[in-house]
């Protein structure tokens, strides 16, 4: 099982920074991607970091996204900056990268940003 955590309510231009923790296993062995469910829309694939630490990140947060892995903490983090009303939605952690599938995710974290 995966568990996301640090959502919250931020003003337009804030910050926020996503955490997604393996609460049985290791995330060690698998790629992580990050994925976006705004309300009324599908999910969304917004960026992924193999095991080799190469990453991928979607066109519409290049640049004011940026992810990591902390192998001592087993940990993926997705730091998000100057964040947009348009950011707003649940945030899930998946074991694989956007195009690609797997069953397991974590549970969402709600991500809020007011103009």
């Known amino acids: 099982q995966l568990v996301e955590s640090g959502g919250g309510s931020v003003e337009s231009g804030g910050s926020l920074t996503l955490s997604c923790a393996a609460s049985?296993?290791?995330?060690?062995?698998?790629?992580i991607g990050w994925f976006r469910q705004a309300p009324g829309k599908d999910r969304e694939g917004l960026s992924c970091?193999?095991?080799?630490?190469?990453?991928y990140f979607a066109d519409s947060v290049q640049g004011r996204f940026h992810i990591s892995r902390d192998h001592a903490a087993d940990t993926v983090f997705l730091q998000m900056n100057n964040l947009e009303p348009e950011d707003t939605g649940v945030y899930y952690c998946?074991?694989?990268?956007?195009?690609?599938?797997?069953?397991?995710w974590g549970q969402g974290t709600q991500v809020t940003v007011s103009s």
């Open positions: 970091i193999r095991v080799d630490g190469s990453t």
């Open positions: 049985v296993g290791t995330l060690r062995h698998y790629p």
């Open positions: 998946a074991t694989h990268c956007p195009g690609y599938y797997s069953p397991l």
